[in-house]
C-alpha cells in the first residue's frame, strides 16, 4: 500500500468502528498522535483528545501541545512519579508500576485510538488493529496508523504542513517519558538533559532509601552518559526530505 493507500485505509478504520460517544484519542504530542488526530479531523468522526500527564513529561512537548493543540484535554496523576517512587521505590522494566498508575488507568469503557504502529517494535508488531484491553476488558484499542511506517509518518506530517515538537531536531525521534526505564539508553541521555529532573530523581530515590523501601543505591541513577547528540535536523531531512531552517 502506498501512502495515499494508507490514509484512506486509516480513514476508513475510524469512521468503521467509531463508537456513538466517540472515540477517546490519546494524544502524546508525539509524530504518531500528531498524525492520529489529523486523521481524524479528516474522517469526521466524533472524539475527544486526551493528554495523559505523567509529570515526566519535557517541558518542551507540554509547550507544544499548549500551543497547537489547545483542545486537547489534560489528565493529571492524583500522584506524581517522583511521589511514586517514594512510595514504591525506581520502577523496573518488569514492574512498570508508574505505566499502571499515570497512564494505563484512562479510557475506563471507551474505544481509545493511540498511535500504536507495528514497526515500532517486535512485540507491537504482535498486537492487532483493534483489540481489548487484556487488563480492563471494558475498554478497547483502535490502533488506526498500525501499518504506517515511520517514513509514512514524516512523510504525513510533510504534507500536511502539520507542526511538530522541537524535540525530534534534537537527539530523539521518540517522545515519552522522562528517563522511563523501558528505554535505558533514552533514560540515561534523559538525566543528562534535564539535570531538574534528575535531582527530583534523586531525591525521590533517597526518601525511598531512607524509608527502607529501596535497596538499590541512588548511585545507579547518577550513573548517566553523555548524549550522543546527533544531529537530529541533518537526520530528519536526509531520512525524510525535512528542509534545515
Ligand atoms: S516512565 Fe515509562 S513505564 Fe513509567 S509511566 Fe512513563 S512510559 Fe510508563
Given at each position: 500500500?502506498?501512502?495515499k493507500?494508507?490514509?484512506?485505509?486509516?480513514?476508513?478504520?475510524?469512521?468503521?468502528?467509531?463508537?456513538?460517544?466517540g472515540?477517546?484519542?490519546?494524544?502524546?504530542?508525539?509524530?504518531?498522535s500528531i498524525?492520529?488526530?489529523?486523521?481524524?479531523?479528516?474522517?469526521?468522526?466524533?472524539?475527544?483528545?486526551?493528554?495523559?500527564m505523567?509529570?515526566?513529561?519535557?517541558?518542551?512537548?507540554?509547550?507544544?501541545?499548549?500551543?497547537?493543540?489547545?483542545?486537547v484535554?489534560w489528565?493529571?496523576?492524583k500522584?506524581?512519579?517522583?511521589q511514586?517512587?517514594?512510595?514504591?521505590?525506581l520502577?523496573?522494566?518488569?514492574?512498570?508500576?508508574?505505566?499502571?498508575?499515570?497512564?494505563?488507568?484512562?479510557?475506563?469503557?471507551?474505544?481509545?485510538?493511540?498511535?500504536?504502529?507495528?514497526?515500532e517494535?517486535?512485540?507491537?508488531?504482535?498486537?492487532k488493529?483493534?483489540?481489548?484491553?487484556y487488563?480492563?476488558?471494558s475498554?478497547?484499542?483502535?490502533?488506526?496508523?498500525?501499518?504506517?511506517?515511520e517514513?509514512?509518518?514524516?512523510?504525513f506530517?510533510k504534507?500536511?504542513?502539520?507542526?511538530?515538537?522541537?524535540?525530534?531536531?534534537?537527539?530523539?525521534?521518540?517522545?515519552?517519558?522522562?528517563?522511563?526505564?523501558?528505554?535505558?539508553?533514552?533514560?540515561?541521555?534523559?538525566l543528562?538533559?534535564?539535570?531538574?529532573f534528575?535531582?527530583?530523581?534523586?531525591?525521590a530515590?533517597?526518601?525511598?532509601?531512607?524509608?527502607?523501601?529501596?535497596?538499590?543505591?541512588?548511585?545507579?541513577?547518577?550513573?548517566?552518559?553523555?548524549?550522543?547528540?546527533?544531529?537530529?535536523?541533518?537526520?530528519?531531512?536526509?531520512?525524510?526530505?525535512?528542509?534545515?531552517?
Amino acid at each position: 500500500m502506498n501512502l495515499k493507500e494508507k490514509i484512506q485505509s486509516s480513514i476508513e478504520i475510524l469512521q468503521q468502528n467509531e463508537p456513538a460517544e466517540g472515540y477517546h484519542l490519546a494524544f502524546s504530542g508525539g509524530k504518531d498522535s500528531i498524525v492520529i488526530l489529523h486523521l481524524a479531523k479528516m474522517s469526521g468522526v466524533k472524539y475527544t483528545a486526551y493528554f495523559y500527564m505523567t509529570t515526566l513529561d519535557p517541558p518542551d512537548v507540554l509547550r507544544f501541545i499548549k500551543k497547537y493543540y489547545p483542545e486537547v484535554v489534560w489528565l493529571r496523576p492524583k500522584m506524581s512519579m517522583f511521589q511514586l517512587i517514594e512510595k514504591k521505590g525506581l520502577p523496573i522494566r518488569q514492574k512498570r508500576f508508574c505505566c499502571e498508575v499515570l497512564k494505563e488507568c484512562h479510557g475506563h469503557g471507551e474505544t481509545v485510538v493511540d498511535g500504536v504502529r507495528a514497526a515500532e517494535s517486535f512485540k507491537r508488531s504482535k498486537r492487532k488493529i483493534s483489540e481489548v484491553d487484556y487488563k480492563d476488558k471494558s475498554k478497547s484499542f483502535l490502533h488506526a496508523i498500525f501499518n504506517w511506517t515511520e517514513h509514512d509518518v514524516w512523510q504525513f506530517i510533510k504534507s500536511e504542513k502539520l507542526p511538530f515538537p522541537d524535540i525530534y531536531l534534537g537527539c530523539q525521534n521518540r517522545i515519552g517519558c522522562i528517563a522511563c526505564p523501558m528505554a535505558q539508553k533514552k533514560a540515561a541521555q534523559d538525566l543528562e538533559l534535564y539535570p531538574k529532573f534528575k535531582n527530583a530523581f534523586l531525591k525521590a530515590v533517597r526518601k525511598a532509601k531512607q524509608r527502607g523501601i529501596m535497596k538499590m543505591f541512588a548511585d545507579k541513577v547518577e550513573n548517566v552518559c553523555r548524549c550522543p547528540f546527533t544531529n537530529g535536523v541533518e537526520r530528519l531531512s536526509k531520512q525524510f526530505g525535512f528542509e534545515q531552517n
